[in-house]
C-alpha cells in the first residue's frame, strides 16, 4: 500500500514536472518581437484612387506569404495589415493626384489584433538609395502614375504636411493623373516600432519569408556582406539601418524580394547556416586574404629554414649546434604554414562556413604556440617582423577566438 502511494506521489509530481516545463516552453513561445524597420510586403484586397478616397478611410491588405521571426511563425498567410489615409488631393490638369497612407493594424488569421506604426515604403533600389541617403527626411506618397502605382519619395520630412510634400514632389506632379491601385497590387510596408507577437507554429524547416534577428545569424550576415564589400561597418550582431541598407543592394544585385529584411532567402544566398542551431560565431577572412596569409606563412618558413642553415629539403648543418628553442620554432612556424594551407581551402568554400569558422579558431592556437616558441627562441629580427605581420592578418580570427587546448 505505502509503495503504491509513493508511485502515485511520484506521478503526480512528474506531471507537475512536464506542466511547468510546458508553461516555460509557452511563455518563450508567447512573446516575439517583430523589430522595427521591418518590411512586410502586402497586397491591396480594394482599389485605392485619389479621384475617390478621403481622409480618414481605411483600406485593407492581405499578407500572402506566412511570415516568421527566427524560430516560429507569427504572422500567417491570410492575415491583414489595415491601412488608411492620411492625405488624398485628386487631379487637377495642372497637378497630379497624391495620396498619403499610414498603417495601423494587423489582424491575424485567427481575429487577433495588434495596434502597429507602418508607413509606406519602396522597393525600387533607386528610390530606396533616396529614403536611405536621408532616413529622417524622407516620405513616400502615392502621386498618380508614375512607376506603374505611383510611389514617390518626397523629402517632406517627419510632418509630411500636404504643403511639404507638394513642395518636396514638384516636377513629378506635371502629368495631372489621378493615382489609381488596383485591387491585388504588392506594397510594402515598413514597421516604424516594434510588434510584440505571439508565436505559432515551430518552423521545421527555412522558409523563405522568415525575418532572423539572432545575434548570430546577424553578426554572419554582416560578416558575408563585408566581404562582398556591401557593408562597412561593425560586426555587431545588431539589425541597424546600415546592415539593412547592405542587405537591401545585396537583394537588388541578387534578384531577391528588395525589403532590407535578413529573410530565408537572402541569408541562404549569403551562406548563413539555418539549421536547427544558429551560425557559430566568428570572423572569417575572405579567400584573398587566406591565400595571402598562407603564402606569408610558407616564406616565413623558408626563412627561418635559411637562419637555421637548413637546406631547402629540410636537412640541417651538422657542424652546427643547434639551440632548442630554435627547433621548436621552426616546427611551430612549419605546422601553422600548413594549417594555414588548409585554412585556405577551407574559406574558398562559401558553402561551409561553420567549418571555417572552426578552423579559424584552431588556426589561432597554432599562432599561439608560435607565440610561445618565440619566447624561447633567438629569431633574427627579420623573422620577428614578418610574425608580427602576420599576426596582424588574423587579428580579426583572434578577437574572441575560443581556445580548445
Given amino acids: 500500500m505505502q509503495r503504491n502511494t509513493l508511485i502515485r506521489w511520484r506521478t503526480a509530481l512528474g506531471g507537475l514536472a512536464l506542466g511547468a516545463l510546458a508553461t516555460t516552453a509557452a511563455s518563450a513561445q508567447s512573446r516575439v518581437v517583430l523589430p522595427a524597420g521591418s518590411v512586410l510586403i502586402v497586397r491591396t484586397t480594394t482599389p485605392l ?144 516600432s516594434g510588434v510584440t507577437l505571439r508565436g505559432g507554429t515551430r518552423l521545421r524547416g527555412v522558409e523563405n519569408s522568415t525575418i532572423y534577428t539572432a545575434t548570430e545569424r546577424v553578426r554572419a550576415a554582416q560578416q558575408a556582406l563585408a566581404q562582398l564589400n556591401y557593408y562597412r561597418g561593425p560586426i555587431s550582431g545588431q539589425l541597424d539601418d546600415a546592415t539593412r541598407q547592405a542587405l537591401f543592394q545585396y537583394q537588388v544585385d ?93 574559406t574558398s568554400s562559401a558553402n561551409n562556413r561553420d567549418a571555417a569558422v572552426l578552423a579559424g579558431r584552431s588556426l589561432v592556437n597554432a599562432a599561439r604556440r608560435v607565440d610561445a616558441a618565440m619566447q624561447s627562441a633567438r629569431p633574427s629580427s627579420t623573422v620577428q617582423n614578418a610574425w608580427m605581420s602576420i599576426r596582424r592578418q588574423i587579428t580579426t580570427l583572434d578577437n574572441g577566438s575560443m581556445t580548445t587546448e
Avoid at 165 to 181: H, P
Avoid at 282 to 291: D, E, H, R
Fill in 49 to 192: 484612387q485619389s479621384s475617390t478616397a478621403k481622409v480618414g478611410q481605411t483600406f485593407n491588405t492581405r499578407v500572402d506569404e506566412s511570415i516568421g521571426v527566427d524560430e516560429f511563425t507569427v504572422i500567417p498567410a491570410g492575415s491583414t495589415v489595415r491601412g488608411r489615409v492620411t492625405m488624398a488631393t485628386p487631379a487637377t490638369r495642372q497637378q497630379s493626384g497624391v495620396i498619403d497612407v499610414v498603417f495601423d493594424q494587423l489582424t491575424l488569421a485567427n481575429g487577433q489584433t495588434f495596434q502597429i506604426q507602418g508607413k509606406l515604403t519602396s522597393t525600387d533600389s533607386a528610390e530606396r538609395r533616396q529614403i536611405d541617403a536621408d532616413p529622417n527626411n524622407s516620405h513616400v506618397v502615392l502621386v498618380g502614375e508614375r512607376g506603374g502605382i505611383g510611389a514617390a519619395i518626397a523629402g517632406a520630412g517627419s510632418s509630411a504636411s500636404n504643403n511639404s510634400i507638394f513642395a518636396a514632389l514638384g516636377s513629378l506632379l506635371s502629368e495631372g493623373r489621378d493615382v489609381s491601385v488596383p485591387s491585388g497590387t504588392p506594397l510594402a510596408v515598413e514597421l516604424e
Fill in 254 to 346: 541578387r534578384g531577391l524580394s528588395r525589403t532590407g529584411n535578413l529573410d530565408g532567402r537572402t541569408a541562404r544566398s549569403l551562406g548563413i547556416n539555418l539549421g536547427t542551431g544558429v551560425a557559430l560565431s566568428g570572423n572569417v577572412l575572405s579567400a584573398s586574404q587566406a591565400a595571402m596569409l598562407r603564402r606569408d606563412a610558407q616564406t616565413l618558413v623558408a626563412r627561418e629554414r635559411s637562419d637555421l642553415g637548413g637546406s631547402a629539403y629540410g636537412q640541417l648543418n651538422t657542424n652546427r649546434a643547434y639551440a632548442q628553442g630554435d627547433i621548436d620554432l621552426w616546427f611551430a612556424l612549419s605546422a601553422f604554414a600548413d594549417n594555414a594551407a588548409i585554412y585556405e581551402q577551407l
